[in-house]
């Protein structure tokens, strides 16, 4: 039996972190801020808008701070940052930003090609910026990276997976996120990892996909069918992990809106503006086409 679907699903735009950072061109910070102040105009309520990693790692999210100091402040807007250490953290806190999100990888070999320590090693970060988070009164998220698939060490156990999410869950995020960092998961893996995390921790889920090998969206109805309610996305597709071969950009906002409103599930967002918004980031990348469908085929039926 298929389960009933939502009323209503959460889109998070990661296009300003996840989207950027691993495309080539550079883009100053005015058109940074202007892609966040785009996706709100678009009806998004939750933005993850920079990643406050070393400079000379990712020289896209050089300028967190004054992205962060010129974006738009708004009670019903939230904005959330990449950390990866204790000192990405204090660079955070001094932004203002509502949460912030703490990658914790599945496996070691891509944990310390993305973050310089091992899988131990970011636990234990994750419990200690979790700490400080709440002390501070700032949204802790524990995302954990290629939990459907490492390109270095190949499949991941569901098991290794459902442990970290049990030790993670055991700081008290506010939200766990699954991250198919590198688009290998299929359905029916999404249901199985989601149903069993769910049992073990209790936590509010999230999923992170990538569409790498075109299940990205197939994944992401799996999740919502799964029950997770809340989804990330990338405005134009673009993005990617500077640290993983091959790697390709999210599921598209535009794409992944025209799916669940057909479905009936509302998301609060505007569907011509976010084709209008695709469109224009891949201009300003120097892209004759983004990877998001809806801005070349329009919607349907044709308005």
């Known amino acids: 039996m298929t389960a009933a679907l939502p009323s209503s699903v959460e889109i998070v735009e990661v296009g300003p972190r996840d989207g950027l950072q691993n495309e080539s061109t550079l883009l100053p910070t005015a058109t940074k801020v202007e892609l966040v102040e785009r996706a709100i105009e678009a009806g998004a309520r939750r933005i993850e808008a920079v990643s406050f990693v070393h400079p000379r790692l990712v020289p896209q999210m050089a300028d967190a701070e004054a992205v962060m100091a010129a974006v738009p402040q708004r009670d019903d807007v939230s ?51 979790a700490a400080r988070a709440h002390e501070a009164g700032v949204r802790p998220v524990a995302t954990i990276a290629v939990a459907f698939g490492c390109p270095f060490e190949g499949a991941v156990s569901s098991d290794h997976v459902v442990e970290l999410a049990r030790r993670i869950a055991d700081a008290g995020p506010f939200e766990i996120a699954l991250a198919d960092t590198i688009g290998a998961g299929v359905p029916t893996q999404v249901t199985e990892l989601l149903t069993r995390v769910r049992e073990t921790t209790g936590a509010r889920l ?45 599921i598209a906002t535009e794409d992944l809106e025209y799916l669940l409103a057909g479905l009936g599930i509302r998301t609060g967002l505007d569907l011509a503006e976010l084709s209008r918004t695709g469109t224009w980031i891949g201009e300003q990348l120097g892209k004759d086409e983004v990877p998001a469908l809806l801005g070349r085929a329009g919607p349907f039926p044709p308005k």
């Open 79 to 129: 904005y959330s940052g990449l950390v990866l250490n204790r000192k990405g953290f204090d660079r955070a806190l001094d932004t203002g930003l509502t949460e912030v999100n703490v990658v914790v990888v599945a496996t070691d070999t891509f944990s310390r090609r993305n973050q310089g320590v091992t899988t131990e090693e970011g636990l234990r970060t994750w419990e200690d910026i």
């Open 206 to 250: 999230r999923c992170h996909f990538h569409n790498t090998r075109n299940t990205g969206y197939a994944n992401a109805f799996a999740a919502v069918t799964a029950g997770v309610s809340t989804l990330d996305s990338s405005t134009g597709g673009i993005g990617g992990c500077p640290f993983a071969p091959n790697a390709t950009g999210n």
